[in-house]
């Protein structure tokens, strides 16, 4: 009976370190993959303002004000904070893609404009972690030659993404999207029929060691002015 006994509080010990084991387990892959409630509020506190912009630019609501010369349009773009901040695309000195407009979500976040008048001919957000990459596709196989294309990513913008989609990102004028990896973040400009490589566009690889955020790297901006489409 002693014996007995003794194997049932062994076993009942084992059972005891495991259960403990597979807690702290749990308690660390959540801390991982998911920001804690105290570093979201910070990080939304330090973004309240905005971040840093050039010293050429200053605010105005959440977009950052540019003059252009005459025959060209405005941008700002920014991308995601982590999985806590989306991304924003301003056209004009105008929010035009964002959180309060209700157009922006997790993987890729694209502004169509059209290249002669300025116009917005639509916006799209796609979630390239879970969704289906075809609406990307038929979304880029759609536009038309001499429109422009404001591109930001936002928490995870490759899982999804395939060599289709990266050939007619790349068709556009980007160097950088065959290169986009898990949680990088990436902000683009682009044309279709371009023919050359954009000056708009700035990549900044997900790497443990350096990441600002977590497992995100920190926020990327561009801004600048696109020349107007005359022919």
Aim: proline share 3%; hydrophobic share 40%.
């Amino acid at each position: 009976m002693a014996i007995r006994s003794n194997f049932k509080g062994k076993v009942l010990w084992i059972m005891l370190v495991l259960v403990t084991a597979a807690v702290v387990m749990a308690l660390i892959l959540q801390k991982i993959s998911s920001p804690s409630k105290a570093f979201k509020e910070d990080l939304r506190r330090s973004l309240s303002g905005g971040s840093e912009t050039p010293k050429t630019s200053s605010k105005a609501g959440s977009c950052s004000i540019r003059d252009c010369p005459v025959d060209s349009f405005s941008f700002f773009i920014q991308s995601g904070a982590a999985n806590v901040v989306a991304a924003k695309i301003c056209l004009h000195n105008k929010l035009v893609l964002g959180t309060v407009l209700n157009n922006a979500g997790p993987g890729l976040n694209i502004v169509q404009m059209n290249g002669k008048t300025g116009e917005v001919m639509k916006t799209g957000s796609f979630n390239m972690y879970s969704d289906d990459v075809k609406p990307l596709i038929e979304f880029l196989k759609s536009i038309e030659t001499g429109n422009v294309l404001l591109m930001a990513s936002y928490d995870e913008p490759s899982t999804k993404l395939t060599e289709e989609a990266r050939q007619l990102i790349s068709e556009l004028g980007s160097s950088s999207v065959k290169s986009l990896g898990f949680r990088d973040n990436w902000v683009f400009v682009g044309g279709k029929g371009a023919s050359a490589q954009s000056n708009f566009e700035k990549y900044v690889k997900s790497d443990g060691a350096k990441n600002k955020y977590d497992g995100w790297p920190e926020i990327i901006e561009l801004q600048g002015c696109i020349p107007r489409k005359l022919d």
